[in-house]
C-alpha cells in the first residue's frame, strides 16, 4: 500500500516543492550555524535571511566592492555561500564574486542558491522574498 504523505508521486506538486525548499533552507541554516558567511545583495536579503533564522555571518555585497569584499570574505571565512537574487544582476554579480573569491584561494558554494532558483524562480525573484514566500508556502501546503 503505498502512503501518500511520502509518496512523492502522489503529492501535489507545490508540496513536494515545499519540502525541497524546506531542505534547502535547513541546509543554509546548518551551514551558517557551522560559520559559513552568506553572501547577499543588500539589507533587505539580510533581514528576510534572519526571518528565516539564520545564524551566522551574512555580507553584503552592496556596501563594497566585489574585489574588497571578495578579498575579504576569502581571508575571514572557511566556507562561503552565495546567496544572489535569480534576475539578470544577481546572475551577474554571483559570477563575478565566484571568480574573484576563486582568485583569492576561496572555493565558494553556490549550489543552493541555484537549486532555490530553480524551485521558485517563477514565483519569486529575489531573496528578500524568500521568507514570505516560505511562510506563504507553509500555510497553504503545511510541512
Known sequence: MIDKRTDPDSRPKRTYDLMALEELISALLDASSQGAAVIVEGRRDLLALRALGLPGPVIMA?????????????????????????????????????????????????????????????????????SHYTEKMRELYGT
Open 62 to 130: 552592496s556596501r563594497r566592492s566585489a574585489l574588497h569584499l571578495a578579498d575579504e570574505a576569502a581571508r575571514n571565512y572557511p566556507r562561503i555561500i552565495l546567496l544572489t537574487d535569480w534576475d539578470r544582476k544577481g546572475d551577474e554579480m554571483c559570477k563575478t564574486i565566484d571568480r574573484l573569491l576563486r582568485s583569492a584561494g576561496s572555493r565558494p558554494d553556490g549550489d543552493i542558491r541555484s537549486r532555490i532558483k530553480k524551485l521558485v524562480k517563477k514565483e519569486i525573484k529575489d531573496v528578500e522574498s524568500l
